[in-house]
């Protein structure tokens, strides 16, 4: 006969087995449930490596590559060499143009004085013949006209000199 506190082996084993089960169970539960937390962070973390690996990956065809940079910098050199070219052929046509002018503004200038000093000794030669008749009117206009002839003078000198600055510059 069996007491109420006593209980058979078989009892006994099936208990300690049901209890083993459930701690088991109750184990492999929070295992799923750390595995499943673990699983997540790594899927935010692989998912923040690839927005990181997209983003190198798009500024990695940003950059510039040897080809590029080396098509660029021909271009940037034949470009440059016909700028050299043309400012080279600009600058020797500013030479000659300017040359040519300032040999003629000297030309003139220097026919200019001889028409004025030609002025001036027509104009002495007539003073002295008319014997003084007239003396302030001819001496205003032989002041004049000797004062007009220095100007285009120093007109012209000062034209020349610009002249020959600007064509040293220009050198």
Known sequence: MQRQWEVTLREFLERVLDERDRLYEAR????QTE??????ALGIRLEGMNEIRAQLGTQRAEFATNEKLEALAVTTRAQFDALATQ????ASLLRETTARDLDALRERADRDQKTIVDDIRGLRESRSETGGKSAGAKELSTTFIA???IVLFMVSILIS???AIVLHFLK
């Open 147 to 149: 004062v007009a002839g």
């Open 87 to 90: 400012i080279a052929s600009s």
């Open 28 to 31: 492999m539960k929070a295992m």
């Open 35 to 40: 595995s499943d937390k673990a699983a997540n």
């Open 161 to 163: 000199s610009t002249l």
